[in-house]
């Protein structure tokens, strides 16, 4: 259940990325490490770019890819600061899935907050893995730390002897 710890090239100039530095790195170590040059990469049916605003709102078949998660959406809207291009916050919306590994999360919206580096999941969200499954009102992940707080939680474990 890992998000996007993100610092993004979001059809936006990106700063030197230091690939060939990390290249003896897998994704996984670098993200783990906190490495912010490992890109993500968005791909959907149509953007709008407003650098007035400090917005990229992709829309349609919402593809996210950072490192070894991979997150859907029928919308998402990315904030972004000046300067560095660096992304603040973002809201996605309808039919979210965030796969990784064989854990799915899956909820009606999603926001992402750097800041915190967490992601907060409302809409009847329901955490899953092979085994297990999570209802709640409210799911918050912590990225960095790699935990969860469930609001008004269920937990249903699958008797793995079954």
Sequence with gaps: ????????????PCAGLKA?????????DRLMQGDKNVPLIITSKNLVADT??????????????KG????YADKMVVYYSDGEKKVDRIDATGNIKLVKDDSIITSE??????GDESVVFTGNPEARDSKN??????????LKEEYSVVENSSV???DKDK
């Design 68 to 71: 070894e998660a991979t997150f």
């Design 20 to 28: 060939a530095a990390f290249a003896e790195n897998s994704t996984k």
């Design 133 to 142: 499954l999570i209802t709640g009102t409210k799911m918050t992940y912590f």
């Design 109 to 114: 919206r999603a926001v992402y907050s750097a």
């Design 52 to 65: 007035k605003k400090k917005t990229a709102i992709f829309t349609g078949s919402v593809k996210a890819v």
């Design 156 to 158: 249903y474990i699958r």
């Design 1 to 12: 259940m890992i998000f996007l710890t993100i610092v993004a090239c979001i059809a936006l």
